[in-house]
């Protein structure tokens, strides 16, 4: 068969159903061969958006999702959307056509050399060079992306290499030399861990979107209540633990809960459980790691003492290693932290809640509460970037959905391509989009591509033609010199949507919120809802 079948074969083997891709001359031969491979190819509108909807599939599956491109524009198109993968730890294989095998190096029309372009950003790269090589490329691209610490995976094929002649044989097994990731974690560091949890008087356990790769949200769960021990969470770990847990306080970091601020920083215990310490999350790691006994469980080694010194290391899957921690417990409750919940508790009693309504303006806080009440439990909502995002983040209740953002690379116009990615994977389930109106003019011409493939996502835009985190940070640190923030000349979004022919309305007041938020979840189809909010609405 030709090589560009293999590839749809490979594929397949795989189990890959659905694709997210923009075609060009360069890939056309893998496009032809898709026809009739029974693979479903979604048409974006722009290539960054493939990668961001691979991703939103992806992280809901659990499994590497597929986002292909031609050659030049369409490959470095991607970029963007690989290195928002890479940094949030998403399983992804990227697809990018080439020019012809003998012109590389040449710079002819539409060359790029786009494995040298994302070797920063993705776990492996495969220029593909001899065409029988396709089949053990393509199986160790998946098994690379999707175990140890997820990430993406790029394969460059040149045009002429896509229409070889090749007899196709595809591997049962990857061996690949220095590339054994540990699963298991250490006996002897396991039994530390037990002695550090029975010793503590303030222990937190701090919960990273490691958990989801691993899917050890249940195994948390189990551990918090066996041992009484409170649960925080980064930006990327909302949602492992339910937002009304009665051992849940919040998302930690600068725009997080003070009362999980304060947890961190009056714990003597911190266990953190697939997260990687960023600086949004905490601020100041070498005071921490001074007066805090701190153990850090990755299954990146190299994530462990990069950001904070952990007194207790321990590398492999969360789930497993959660599970061996249940298991030296034998059943028995370790007990013993009342006041310290207690103290919690308090703090987080005593914190304010915001429900004013400037005249003509939606208070975005108190709108995502009320969104998250009519709800469903597996609702999924992915968030963009920017006041947007800390609105949902610290206001959104997840119950047994997932809310996803981009949180390492903080990629604006992440959102509507993550959500088709997420509906694709998951047509049963109720999905939101929710951005501001600087981000949705960065996608929303994905409106398109949800029209055409009958995408039937729910998209919130807050609107106060700002760019509104920009807009509050100069604010508070520039002396309100205000400075390339303003929107002016946006068009009207709900006209936007109805020339796409999507249903869409507009609020400005309070009491238009319950009518607005049953007919957006009601709704058969895709949905826009444009909520108008005060430029001086904050995330404070």
């Known amino acids: 068969m030709k090589a560009a079948q293999a590839m749809t074969e490979c594929l397949k083997r795989e189990g890959v159903k659905d694709i997210f891709g923009y075609p060009g001359a360069a890939i056309c031969p893998f496009y032809d061969a898709l026809v009739g491979s029974g693979i479903r190819h979604i048409l974006v509108r722009e290539e960054q958006n493939a990668a961001h909807a691979a991703s939103g599939y992806a992280r809901v599956t659990g499994k590497p999702a597929v986002c292909v491109a031609t050659s030049g524009p369409g490959a470095t198109n991607l970029i963007t959307g690989i290195a928002t993968a890479y940094s949030d730890s998403v399983p992804m294989v990227a697809i990018t056509g080439q020019v012809v095998s003998e012109l590389l190096g040449r710079d002819v029309f539409q060359e790029a050399d786009i494995t040298g372009a994302v070797e920063p950003f993705v776990k492996h790269s495969y220029l593909v060079k001899n065409a029988e090589d396709i089949p053990r490329i393509f199986k160790e691209a998946f098994y690379i992306a999707g175990t140890g610490r997820p990430g ?20 049962e097994s990857v061996s690949i030399r220095g590339y054994k990731p540990s699963v298991k974690g250490h ?16 222990p937190i356990i701090c919960a990273g979107g490691g958990l989801f790769a691993t899917g050890a949200r249940e195994e948390l769960r189990r551990l918090a209540e066996t041992c009484h021990i409170p649960v925080i969470t980064t930006m990327m770990g909302i949602g492992a633990i339910p937002t009304a847990h009665p051992l849940h306080y919040g998302m930690l970091g600068t725009h997080g809960r003070r ?5 961190v920083n009056e714990s003597d215990l911190l266990i953190l459980i697939g997260a990687r310490v960023g600086d949004r999350a905490v601020t100041a790691p070498g005071t921490l790691q001074q007066r805090t006994k701190i153990i850090h469980i990755d299954i990146d080694p190299a994530e462990i003492g990069k950001n904070m010194e952990a007194q207790i290391p321990l590398v ?5 290693i959660l599970n061996q921690i249940l298991d030296a417990f034998e059943g028995d409750s370790c007990g013993g932290h009342e006041e310290w919940i207690e103290t919690l508790n308090a703090l987080k009693a005593k914190e304010p809640v ?19 009440a009519h709800t469903e439990e597996d609702c999924v909502v992915v968030a963009d970037v920017g006041q947007n995002q800390i609105w949902t983040a610290n206001y959104f209740e997840v119950k047994k959905g997932r809310l996803l953002t981009t949180g390492g690379m903080g990629t604006m116009g992440y959102s ?8 694709t994977a998951l047509p049963d389930t109720q999905v939101i989009a929710v951005c501001g109106d600087g981000s949705f003019q960065m996608q929303m011409m994905e409106l398109g591509t949800i029209c055409q493939h009958h995408i039937p996502v729910k998209i919130i835009v807050m609107k106060n033609n700002r760019l509104g985190m920009v807009r509050e940070l100069q604010k508070n640190m520039y002396h309100e010199n205000y400075s390339g923030v303003d929107l002016t000349g946006s068009p009207d979004f709900v006209k936007i949507a109805q020339a796409y ?10 009491e238009e919120e319950e009518k607005a938020v049953q007919t957006l979840l009601q709704s058969a189809g895709p949905f826009l809802l444009e909520c108008d909010v005060s430029p001086e609405e904050s995330t404070l």
Not at 259 to 263: C, F, L, Y
């Open 416 to 423: 509507v391509g993550a959500a088709e990615g997420v509906k």
């Open 501 to 510: 022919g999507i249903e869409s309305m507009r609020i400005s007041r309070a």
């Open 152 to 171: 993406p995976v790029l394969i460059d094929v040149p045009m002429d290499v896509q229409n070889k002649e090749i007899e196709f044989s595809y591997p």
């Open 187 to 202: 006996p002897l560091q396991i039994k530390r861990v037990i002695s550090a949890i029975k010793e503590a008087k303030k």
């Open 316 to 320: 492999g899957d969360a789930r497993i």
């Open 259 to 263: 009362v999980a601020n304060t947890a």
């Open 354 to 372: 915001q429900e004013s309504y400037p005249d003509g303006s939606i208070n975005p806080k108190a709108f995502l509460r009320k969104l998250s």
